[in-house]
């Protein structure tokens, strides 16, 4: 009898939690779309129906910035679900695989994609899981195009996978010349994730170019699930840096920006384009930070997709949750967007469904979107030569443009 | 020197909230030999709670609420997933307790999405205050006062009430205590109600501090907590607020130096050396293994 009675109070337990979550969470990999894609038959063939798969973080740390990149390419198949490919008529489905922000879950999460029998991959948002995932995709001959994975590391070798957003190096650099040029910065305050490539990549690139213009630097990197801050940014005030180099992931970003907020920090804070993310404006409203990002996108640089976008998050309650509960718009979901417009540029450009076909199309792909123009070199890197650099306005709690910076 | 001083208030603030988790890490060791690897979940979900209900009830009254709530998710966990199994091996309590700690973060995850979620100001706890050039919240002012406060508190109530007795008798020896008519389900239960309280109560002290609230928010400080408890011999309540702030001001000292990356790498290697130089810690009782 007692063991009946724990069983249910375990059950109902578990039951109400999930109730309470059921109603402002919802499920990120949007239902209906993988649903049929798992009833589906099996195979590229198959049907009137296209398959493209999204390698994306919905849970772990990259979750946010994943779930937002996602929205950009829902809210695109949303806008245009078909496309003409060798004369025929095809419905774009989106397959989802959730490769958990780690490094260990990315390839099975490849392998799950390539198993669904998908065209072409988009994704993923973090460099680590990206290059995780790449060898899967290279022996499986199956394109991937990065829609914001930054890391060099990412298309260098790898014949397969391609992107569309600038590079680390590239960002780095713009950084350091924004440093350079609107603080006369000379001595730079490093701060990233232990064991994070991301971070640790623009670091040293950061740090390359910077001490390479005679700067100096002192860095750090804190452990995963840290969130005491305040003895690394009062180290940064004791070494009297001019800068904070921090390109984190959002979770960590809110609790720096927080943290400065509170010991009243005069240093700028610069950071990449993961803190472009309005969970960083929310945190960074109000307070007396200065917060400088550079970024892919800058809202109102193309006034028909935010307007479409907003009015889809404002009637679309599950979009808004994984929007972070309003509707900003993060680079990401604008990078997101383009790239399912460049995966169906290629798909046209190829005219089948055939891998190889793709593959040998891919690479002469050009495509004019919301975040500029992109186009593939040698590598399988886009052109690209300019970033938006955002500084966050925390009176009105909004990102204003501060500047377009190129790299040279 | 201000840089001392930032470094020295950083690390008591930490140590405080480490201690007022370690402490019920600590009693449910002493009474139930059971290391509740999900109690930095329910101070992460305490957290949570205190994001939503803040936003839909006045701060007055959200605030017991929370630590009301937060007490009774201590209580459930306690009935539903660790007293069916008194009689069941202790490994499988364990593996009951890291199950109940994955269920926590998981459905955390859901319900917010994994997207960090703001704690709200606390007026007076958020308020900030200037100490030697240091601008600090009051929370880290407060929070070693209060947790000496309550420790004297709680050693009160273990030593000179009939409840406190009851459950060292219970810590003593389980079987004994339920021959001379402990009424043993009471006494475990009010153990976890005051750790859960304490939770609780830590939780606003560390929110306050550190803003962002995501499901793992309660992971490492939970971790560190719980080699606080172990450091200061884990059973012993003054020991773990003693080793929480040994094990708050060394983090702080250290990823104040050059070696900041071993911030982590320095609490571990201290579990692990006490382990094999005093596995009994600062405090702990001696041999207490019965045939």
Known sequence: MKKVLALILALSMALSLAACGGGSGGSTTGGDTQQSGDS????????????????????????????????????????????????????????????????????????????????????????????????????????????????????????????????????????????????????????????????????????????????????????????????????????????????????????????????????????????????????????????????????????????????????????????????????????????????????????????????????????????????????????????????????????????????? | MQYAISILLSGISLGGQYALIAIGYTMVYGILRLINFAHGDVFMVAGLMMVYLSAALPLGLALPLVLLLTVLLGFLIERAAYKPLRTAPRMSVMISAIGVSYLLQNLATYATGGLPQMYPEIPGLSATVTIAGTSVKWATVVTPFLVVALVIALTQLINHTKTGMAMRAVAKDFETAQLIGIRLNAVISVTFVIGSFLAGIGSMLYFTNYQSVVPLSGALPGLRAFVAAVFGGIGSVPGAVVGAFIIGLSESVIKGSNWSVFSDAFTFALLIVILVVKPTGLFGEKVTDKV
């Open chain 1, 40 to 408: 589906g038959s099996s195979g590229a063939s198959g049907g009137d129906t296209v398959r493209i798969g999204v390698f994306e973080p919905s849970t772990g740390d990259s979750g946010p910035g994943g779930k937002q990149e996602m929205l950009g390419m829902q809210y695109a198949n949303r806008v245009t679900p078909t496309v003409d490919i060798g004369g025929k008529t095809y419905n774009v489905e989106l397959v989802y695989a959730d490769n958990g922000s780690t490094s260990d879950k990315a390839p099975t999460a490849a392998a799950e994609l390539v198993g669904k029998g998908v065209s072409l991959v988009l994704g993923s948002y973090g460099s680590g899981v990206s290059m995780a995932g790449g060898p899967v995709f290279d022996d499986a001959g199956l394109c991937a195009i990065g829609v914001t994975c930054t890391n060099p590391g990412v298309t260098v070798g790898n014949d397969y996978y391609f992107r569309i957003c600038f590079l680390d190096n590239f960002q780095a650099q713009v950084l350091v010349n924004f440093a350079e040029e609107k603080f006369s910065a000379k001595k730079a305050y490093l701060l990233g994730e232990l064991g994070n490539e991301y971070d640790q990549g623009l670091i040293t690139f950061f740090e390359q170019t910077f001490t390479g213009n005679g700067g100096e630097v002192t860095k750090d990197s804190f452990p995963t699930n840290t969130s005491d801050f305040t003895t690394y940014l009062n180290k940064a005030v004791s070494v009297g840096a001019d800068v904070i180099f921090c390109p984190v992931s959002i979770a960590y970003a809110t609790q720096i920006i927080k943290q400065a907020a509170a010991m009243n920090l005069e240093i700028p804070l610069l950071g990449s384009d993961t803190l472009d993310s309005n969970k960083v404006l929310e945190a960074a409203k109000g307070s007396s930070v200065q917060l400088y990002v550079s970024t892919f996108y800058q809202e109102g640089g193309s006034p028909e997709f935010d307007d479409g976008i907003k009015a889809w998050l404002n009637e679309d309650s599950t979009a808004m949750t994984n929007n972070g509960g309003d509707d900003t718009i993060a680079a990401v979901t604008a990078m997101g967007y383009d790239a399912y417009y460049v995966a169906l540029e290629v798909l046209k450009a190829a005219g089948s469904l055939d891998l190889t076909a793709i593959k040998s199309a891919l690479p002469g792909v050009t495509y004019t979107g919301v975040s500029g123009a992109i186009g593939f070199d040698d590598t399988g890197d886009a052109v690209r030569d300019t970033a938006y650099i955002k500084t966050s306005d925390n009176a009105a709690g909004a990102w204003a443009l501060e500047t377009v910076q190129t790299a040279s």
